[in-house]
């Protein structure tokens, strides 16, 4: 690679830094995403890879408006392209990892991250005898009991397909790819077990997801924040109020 390579060919470049690590196909998707977005925010202000620094990337963090952890992400990723870059001497310094020490030592000085609150055996109870009323979707339970049974994260619900759902065999299990794409089994709990054979017998389809919202013969996915509404509604309607959980 040649030195100017990163300044006048940054995404041909990052192809190529991205191959050499061997990433999987959804890793280098989001890696190129947000690298392509820091490329064009500084050929807007007629600046390159080159002539980055702090201030820059502190601006470009504010005109993505993400959260403080995810900054932290964003600047590892240009971090170890700054580093490559470095090593090639097309660069004096790696601003990015400058700026990820000014943001970490900013997150120690504030107050601790609050522990998540989980149901208490009271509130489950009464969550589990609102779910099971007449007038609550068949899918809503569905929900519910994957959520709290099996412990999925609520990206990992949003994507579970029905061919990832083994019902019959000796020991029933999900097949998920989680954090990290990297992928697990989890054990479903027998007392699941009946409540999920019926849903997966009202499928229309064992190709597609295993939950979601039926539309024209088809399930659409069901998003992150519209899993949170609906366990917010349950929530209320069981008469828990008093805490976010």
């Known amino acids: ?51 980055a620094n702090d201030r820059m990337m502190q601006e470009w963090l504010i005109s993505v408006s993400v959260s403080h952890n995810t900054e932290i992400r964003y600047l590892s990723l240009l971090s170890s392209v700054f580093d490559e870059m470095f090593d090639a001497g097309d660069i004096d310094e790696n601003f990015a990892k400058r700026l990820i020490d000014k943001k970490l030592k ?40 994957l959520l709290l049974g099996c412990g999925l994260r609520v990206s990992e619900y949003c994507e579970l397909a029905a061919k990832d759902v083994y019902l019959d065999a000796e020991r029933p299990y999900l097949r998920v790819i989680g954090k990290g794409d990297k992928e697990r089994e989890i054990p479903i709990p027998d007392e699941l077990l009946v409540v999920l054979g019926q849903h997966e017998t009202t499928l229309p389809t064992l190709k597609g997801l295993f939950v979601g919202v039926e539309r024209s013969g088809k399930l659409v996915a069901y998003t992150p924040s519209g899993v949170f509404k609906m366990i917010q509604k349950e929530k209320r309607s069981a008469t828990i109020v008093n805490r976010r959980i």
């Open 106 to 145: 900013l997150k120690r000085g504030k107050a601790g991250k609050r522990l998540p609150v989980a149901l208490d055996k009271n509130e489950f109870d009464l969550l589990m005898a609102e779910i099971e009323k007449d007038n609550v979707l068949p899918r809503i339970k569905v929900t519910v009991l």
């Open 1 to 51: 690679m040649k030195n100017d390579d990163w300044a006048s060919n940054p995404t041909v470049a990052y192809d190529i830094f991205l191959q050499k690590r061997g990433y999987s196909e959804k890793t280098v998707k989001s890696y190129k995403s947000v690298f392509n977005n820091f490329v064009a925010f500084l050929q807007n202000h007629k600046e390159s890879l080159i002539t």
